[in-house]
């Protein structure tokens, strides 16, 4: 019916709200897919408990402590000890 309605040009009687009304319930559908495909995500995102981004260092610029010689030297030798 389609095809002859295009080639033809012999209108279908009720083609075009036929298609009107498939067209809207098929938009409607995917409109609340999507809904639901967001709820979906987000309630994933929450059941992993993990943070949007990961922290490589933890800085404070308002403490700045100095370790002392004494300090650094136990530290490289807490590395590297000596075979």
Do not use: C
């Amino acid at each position: 019916m389609a095809v002859r309605t295009v080639v033809l040009g012999n209108p279908v009687p009720g083609f075009p709200s036929l298609l009107v009304a498939i067209l809207f319930l098929g938009g409607l559908q995917l409109i609340f897919l999507g809904i639901i495909g967001e709820y979906l995500g987000r309630t994933f995102d929450e059941v992993k408990r993990r943070p949007l981004y990961l922290v490589r260092q933890w800085t404070r610029p308002h403490r700045v402590v100095q370790a002392s010689p004494r300090t650094r030297q136990q530290e490289s030798e807490k590395r590297s000890p000596d075979p």
